[in-house]
């Protein structure tokens, strides 16, 4: 079964507030980034950090770039500057966490995502990023309780109910699972490529509930 785990990270606010002496650099790599030609927002954010080597936006900001470049192992030390420059940056430490995974680092993507959640407990993608981290790892009672709980923060999450979906099937909670998967159609459709493969699941629950 296809765990579909979403990289939801964040572009960083370009604060209005920035005197420092690289804010012009600040400013074009935000506009790089939302332009996305990241390979110009990192030579802007370096730029930035070669003037002040303190300000935690700018490497996360970079780490943003060089994750979206696939520079995996360049994303994870930018992260790890930000978040030591700023422990309370819940998003470095959720993309720290998002690179940690890709990584094969699985032990220590789920300690930042609790990281994360530690410092905002109100954020559904995190739950459902540390919901998708204990399936993998085959802790189903964990991944039924973060997955619902990014439920609960936003009912539209749709692949939160898919997480769930496919955890209750795994743990023979057919009736729920055929309920979290008929939610995720609702909501998603097959914006995410998914809709055979639920179908094909949904399938073989009724064939399964046949069979007693």
């Given at each position: 079964m296809k765990i579909f785990f979403i990289c939801l990270l964040m572009i960083?606010?370009?604060?209005?507030?920035?005197?420092?002496?690289d804010e012009s650099f600040v400013r074009n790599a935000y506009n790089a980034m939302q332009s996305k030609d990241y390979s110009k927002a990192v030579e802007f954010y370096s730029k930035a950090a070669e003037k002040q080597d303190n300000f935690a936006p700018t490497f996360y900001g970079r780490g943003l770039a060089y994750h979206y470049l696939g520079?995996?192992?360049?994303?994870?030390?930018?992260?790890?500057?930000a978040v030591q420059i700023?422990?309370?940056?819940?998003?470095?430490?959720?993309?720290?966490?998002?690179?940690?995974?890709?990584?094969?680092?699985?032990?220590?993507?789920?300690?930042?995502?609790?990281?994360?959640?530690?410092?905002?407990?109100?954020?559904?993608?995190?739950?459902?990023?540390l919901g998708n981290v204990s399936y993998l790892t085959l802790k189903y009672d964990d991944a039924l309780v973060n997955y619902?709980?990014?439920?609960?923060?936003?009912?539209?999450?749709?692949?939160?109910?898919?997480?769930?979906?496919i955890t209750n099937k795994m743990t023979g909670r057919l009736d729920a699972a055929l309920k979290d998967f008929d939610t995720y159609l609702n909501l998603n459709g097959n914006n995410d490529g998914l809709k055979s493969e639920v179908n094909r699941m949904i399938n073989e629950i009724h064939s399964a509930k046949n069979r007693k």
């Open positions: 960083p606010i370009l604060a209005g507030s920035l005197i420092s002496q520079k995996m192992n360049e994303s994870l030390a930018d992260f790890s500057k700023k422990p309370d940056y819940h998003q470095a430490f959720f993309g720290r966490g998002v690179t940690n995974y890709k990584l094969g680092n699985i032990d220590k993507a789920r300690e930042d995502f609790k990281a994360a959640i530690n410092l905002e407990s109100k954020n559904s993608s995190y739950y459902y990023a619902s709980k990014s439920i609960e923060l936003d009912p539209n999450n749709g692949v939160a109910f898919y997480g769930r979906a």
